[in-house]
């Protein structure tokens, strides 16, 4: 059975178009017209995935995302925005699972979704990232090796506080973390891509990198299953 995927957009057409070559990819696909019409569906229907708009007069990607998590924390939600008004951080902090930016690039959109639709178990794995990361331009070779403590875990990635030297956003890296703030007795190890950097702590905010996990060791995978099941936690990739 095909995976069945809510679109959002106020814009009628472009709802439509991205519909359009969703369906024509083989997903099953309903459509909402604003965020206040989404989250009516969310509530009356059952999604494996959504692409959402950012901005809407009724509302925005992050009331979609949170309609969603409430029902559903692994449901896997992809915003399109054409506007740099919200930063990635608040984006990934609000639980979203990847963003895109318009205009869509299609082969990118269907490579993001058939990893995200994969068991956790199965998407976090460097073949499962590959297609997207050659469109994008990432290189699969790891330029950096962090090492790190007193970090932040989220459900697919963490807050790592800043080291000498932070890689640059759009890396590869191999990592290694002794401990969480929030997952006492895990450390976890392997491979991710830097999303975001702060260079000089913001308030309460420390400075570090938001990583996004590409790929995690046997005995790290294990142990991110069994805290996600206990845990639950809001955040994608936490800010801090």
Known sequence: ??????????????????????????????????????????????????????RMPDGNGLDVTRAAHAINKELPVVVITGYSDISIEDLFSGGVFAMLNKPVNFDLLFAVLKRLLLPLRERMKLNAFTPELKLIGISLQSTATVQSAEGFLGRNGAFLPAVSGLPDVGKLIDFSSTSFRNAPGIALSGKAIVRWCRDKAQGELRSGMGIEFVELSKESMDAHLDWLASAQPQHSIPKT
């Open 1 to 54: 059975m095909s995976a069945h995927l809510l679109v959002v957009d106020d814009e009628e057409v472009l709802c439509e178009l991205v519909g359009d070559e969703l369906s024509d990819t083989g997903y099953k696909v309903s459509l909402a017209n604003g965020a206040k019409a989404a989250q009516t569906l969310i509530a009356s229907s059952k999604f494996d995935g959504i692409v959402t708009d950012m």
